[in-house]
Each structure stands twice: as structure tokens, then as C-alpha cells.
């Protein structure tokens, strides 16, 4: 079986479906504001949490399967 390095790609498709789907809520900064509160300053940090779906995940991995399958494959000369 030869490799091929767009297989990487694949691979990496997998495993971020993979760690979608064990952990399908990520957390991203999203504002941060600084309150002059009499003496001392107050810092608000808001998260923008995003959700990925299930059947997203689940697409991920068959396409970076398929992709690792289609870059792999051997090739019959006739």
C-alpha cells in the first residue's frame, strides 16, 4: 500500500470528527470588557460556546475515510 501525503488530511478529518463527537461543546472567548467599579476595576469575559451536531461528526469521519481510501489505493496497471 503506498502512502500518500494528501492521506494526512484525512487523518485529520477523522480525528477532529472523532473529538466532535466525544466533546461536541467548545468554548470561545468572546468580549471581554474592563467596569471602573468605585476604587478597583472589574473585567466581564463573555464565552461563545458553539455545538456541533452529531450527524456533523459523523460526516467528518466518512469523509476523511473516504478520502484516506481514495489517496491509498493501489492501482491495477493492465
Not at 488530511?9 to 461543546?25: D, K, N, R, S
Amino acid at each position: 500500500m503506498k502512502f500518500h501525503p494528501i492521506a494526512i488530511v484525512g487523518i485529520l478529518l477523522v480525528l477532529m470528527g472523532v473529538a466532535a463527537l466525544i466533546h461536541p461543546q467548545v468554548g470561545l472567548p468572546s468580549h471581554k470588557q474592563e467596569i471602573q467599579v468605585a476604587q478597583g476595576k472589574a473585567i466581564i469575559e463573555t464565552q461563545r460556546i458553539i455545538t456541533f451536531p452529531r450527524p456533523f461528526s459523523v460526516l467528518l469521519i466518512l469523509a476523511g475515510v473516504g478520502q484516506i481510501f481514495l489517496t491509498c489505493r493501489v492501482r491495477s496497471r493492465i
